[in-house]
């Protein structure tokens, strides 16, 4: 079953984000890192449950 990603964006907004394919799974010595496949933004990079980059807005960065 897949896995969804809720972002808290106010007390009257969430956006979820159901994830193709959960790549990897890690906590470091400082937080919990996921690296998952999704429907909408592609491969993306989570830091403690919280998006920091993903494939599909990649080039705004370089």
């Not at 979820?16 to 993306?44: E, P, W």
């Amino acid at each position: 079953m897949a896995e969804w990603l809720k972002e808290k964006f106010s007390p009257y907004e969430i956006h979820l984000h159901k994830f193709k394919k959960i790549i990897r799974k890690k906590r470091t010595k400082f937080q919990n890192m996921v690296i998952a496949d999704t429907y909408s933004f592609g491969k993306c990079l989570l830091l403690d449950g919280e998006i920091q980059s993903a494939l599909s807005d990649e080039k705004i960065y370089h």
